[in-house]
């Protein structure tokens, strides 16, 4: 007889966790199809959304950054500001002028020429050149940065990441210039 009442006392059991499996299911689809959930770029984010992303896309970059292929030079900042200026520019500003867009994405783009931090870093010239080309390349979900894979060579994109993890140092004139100048197709 106890063994009777033990498998019935289990069957009730995995009745009641499929039922609260169900009912669950179906309050987070009421939820999603009724709820005030935060779709808008002015709504506040959902609880950890931001370390949703960047946790591992912290780690995926790390696994899959490679060093640059070349050097730098004037002539690779040069051609860096000019695919900064056609590519970049709209959202993530030039040195001294912030994008008028970018604060009104979520998450804002961030300004690339401007300090921040606690340390006063410009951009992302505190991450390893490498780093800035993966996202370059591969775009981040759940972001506007798209991937420029099929809109920039390999070349370009390491010109434009090499320009930016120098935005800290004192950059050439012509490339002040192209940075600074109107926006222009590359020659």
Not at 17 to 23: D, F, G, N, S, Y
Not at 82 to 104: E, V
Not at 107 to 113: C, F, R, T, V
């Amino acid at each position: 007889m106890a063994k009777a009442r033990s498998n019935k006392g289990i069957g009730k059991f995995f009745l009641g966790v499929a039922v609260t499996i169900v009912l669950f299911a179906i309050g987070f689809f009421l939820y999603l199809k009724f709820g005030p959930h935060p779709v808008a770029v002015a709504d506040a984010p959902f609880p950890f959304e931001r370390q949703v992303v960047k946790t591992p896309l912290k780690a995926r970059i790390k696994r899959q950054m490679q060093p640059a292929p070349f050097g730098i030079s004037e002539d690779v900042f040069e051609e860096g500001a000019h695919i900064y200026q056609a590519q970049c520019s709209m959202c993530h500003g030039i040195p001294g002028h912030d994008s008028l867009l970018a604060k009104h994405m979520y998450p804002a783009a961030p300004q690339l020429w401007k300090k921040h931090g606690p340390h006063g870093v410009v951009g992302v010239s505190d991450d390893e050149a490498g780093s800035t080309y993966w996202i370059v390349a591969n775009g981040i979900r759940l972001t506007g940065m798209p991937s420029f894979t099929h809109v920039l060579s390999d070349r370009e994109m390491w010109e434009v990441s090499l320009l930016l993890k120098n935005a800290d140092q004192e950059l050439p004139d012509p490339v002040n210039q192209i940075l600074n100048g109107p926006v222009a197709s590359k020659p």
